[in-house]
């Protein structure tokens, strides 16, 4: 079985039941836990290490609201992961430089509160983006979800180093 919604007996649908997902992980996880198989044979050892191995990156995959939707995509077919992609919104891509130059400004005056607030800024922009990108998937208007993902690929460029601006600004 190579459908990780499929593995956790999860519906194929966005956003993933997390409680439901942690819930299959934890029982495939004692199930094919590899000390349960210490007098198998050698194969057979093998093969439960790949198998615990899938279930973690199954799990670390579809726990992660993003991933989980590149995956999604995947399963429709779109090669998300390696696919290159250019955004044809100009509005948005014009965003991207004026918000980067804030924080180069930001960075510049090392001031905690505003990092803080551009941070919690670009999170709810993400947001907004990932709820369009569930509206996206829901009405299987695939383009428009592609072109989400790679929106949200921007922010969270962004949402990291305004992260390590933080930790920087936070270890003085």
Do not use: C
């Not at 519906?11 to 934890?26: A, C, E």
């Amino acid at each position: 079985m190579n459908n990780y919604f499929e593995l956790f007996h999860l519906p194929i649908q966005l956003p993933v039941d997390t409680q439901q997902l942690t819930l299959q992980y934890q029982q495939l996880q004692r199930r094919y836990h590899p000390d349960n198989f210490a007098t198998a044979s050698d194969s057979e050892k093998m093969a439960i290490i790949q198998k615990s191995a899938m279930i973690n990156d199954a799990y670390q995959v579809l726990k992660n609201p993003i991933k989980a939707a590149e995956y999604f995509l995947s399963l429709q077919g779109f090669d998300v992961a390696t696919e290159q992609h250019i955004i044809h919104d100009a509005d948005f891509l014009m965003e991207q430089f004026v918000l980067r130059e804030k924080l180069d400004d930001i960075e510049s005056q090392s001031n905690f509160e505003l990092l803080d607030s551009f941070g919690s800024e670009i999170s709810g922009r993400k947001k907004d983006i990932y709820n369009q990108l569930l509206n996206n998937i829901s009405q299987q208007d695939w383009q428009s979800a592609l072109n989400q993902i790679y929106k949200i690929r921007y922010l969270t460029r962004l949402i990291e180093q305004i992260e390590k601006l933080q930790e920087k600004q936070y270890a003085l």
